[in-house]
């Protein structure tokens, strides 16, 4: 079992920069993918960034370049570092834990955060 609490979310302008934490509890941090999601009004849910447990990283195209993702183990924390922020990247954004499958499929992540809000305004 994992809990997932993310925190960093809020009201930003276009151009500007935000970090997103997640804070993870439970046994074997390390052995899973982290992965973060994002879902903004009237769409399905998707990927922004995963970090595997070998520390592999994969980006979606639209915000490739302006986003890093990185994880610390011995903190059992996973970051994602967004800079260049538009109007488009207004959405809720989770934190997701698993070791099943695909790292860019969302359901590969058997455990998920409440999420946090991160909204761009111009």
């Known amino acids: 079992q994992v809990q997932l609490v993310e925190s960093g979310g809020g009201l930003v302008q276009a151009g500007d920069s935000l970090r997103l934490s997640c804070a993870a509890s439970?046994?074997?941090?390390?052995?899973?993918?982290m992965g973060w999601f994002r879902q903004g009004p009237g769409k399905e849910r998707e990927l922004v960034a995963v970090?595997?447990?070998?520390?592999?990283?994969n980006y979606a195209d639209s915000v490739k370049g302006r986003v890093t993702i990185s994880r610390d183990n011995a903190k059992n924390t996973v970051n994602l570092q967004m800079s260049s922020l538009q109007l488009e990247d207004t959405a809720v954004y989770y934190c997701a834990a698993g070791r099943s499958g695909p790292l860019r499929s969302v359901y590969a992540y058997t455990y998920w955060g409440q999420g946090t809000q991160v909204t761009v305004s111009s």
């Open positions: 970090i595997g447990a070998g520390f592999s990283t």
């Open positions: 439970g046994r074997s941090f390390s052995s899973y993918d």
